[in-house]
């Protein structure tokens, strides 16, 4: 069987720069989410290229750090 995650996102909130969609498929062995996949990508991405100011966007729970 595989199991599916997915997440679509953008950043910053503020002043969108890229937009991320990752969907991954994961066999019993391998469990890698998406919203990890698409962390990295979005954190790759300001290491090359900072913003000076960053807006944290939060929602009901805290925020999204």
């Known amino acids: 069987y595989t199991e599916y995650s997915w ?6 909130a503020d002043k ?3 937009v991320v ?3 991954i498929g994961n066999d019993p062995v391998w469990h890698i989410k998406a919203p990890f996949a698409a962390k ?4 790759a991405y300001f290491i090359k290229n900072p913003v000076k ?11 999204f750090k």
């Open 16 to 18: 969108p720069q890229i």
């Open 40 to 43: 990295e990508i979005l954190r």
């Open 7 to 12: 997440f679509t996102g953008f950043a910053p």
């Open 53 to 63: 100011s960053l807006q944290v966007a939060t929602n009901s729970f805290g925020s």
């Open 21 to 23: 969609a990752a969907v």
